[in-house]
């Protein structure tokens, strides 16, 4: 296993920055990566006083697993942590989230822990930006 990074960013309904995060785990499988920033976000917004939410992950596979009652995959306790929220989970394309994007590839290159990205950060805002107009980033797929 490599380098492992999760993120995420807290939204206002009209698409304001309420809070960013990036973490470098320092290993770990791509869906437990994922499934750990998905509940990270969740215990952030649970801090901040936010209750209502709407999850975006581009892990089709986390979502899959957050939304079937299979609780027979390794990290049932993250999966069912995450299923006691009343929230809206939704899978988006990699290409549609540039912000998430950008904060997994900050992670990398950050000391192993916790990191809380500022709001005068100018590429997060600049991405933000960019996720709010609907710009979207091509995908690069090698087809060896």
């Known amino acids: 296993m490599g380098n492992a990074a999760d993120d995420g960013?807290?939204?206002?309904?009209?698409?304001?920055?309420?809070?960013?995060f990036t973490r470098n785990l320092s290993e770990g499988s791509i869906t437990r990566v994922d499934l750990s920033g998905v509940e990270y976000g969740l215990r952030l917004?649970?801090?901040?006083?936010i209750r209502q939410l709407k999850v975006q992950t581009d892990s089709i596979d986390a979502t899959k697993l957050i939304e079937s009652a299979d609780d027979k995959y390794p990290p049932a306790a993250l999966i069912n942590g995450i299923r006691n929220w009343v929230v809206e989970i939704a899978h988006i394309f990699r290409e549609g989230n540039v912000v998430a994007d950008y904060l997994a590839s900050l992670g990398h290159g950050l000391p192993v822990g916790d990191h809380s990205i500022e709001f005068t950060c100018p590429m997060l805002n600049y991405w933000l930006y960019f996720d709010v107009i609907g710009v979207q980033t091509p995908r690069l797929v090698n087809n060896i």
Request: charged share 35%.
């Open 9 to 20: 960013v807290l939204r206002s309904h009209d698409d304001r920055l309420i809070k960013a």
């Open 45 to 49: 917004a649970w801090e901040l006083g």
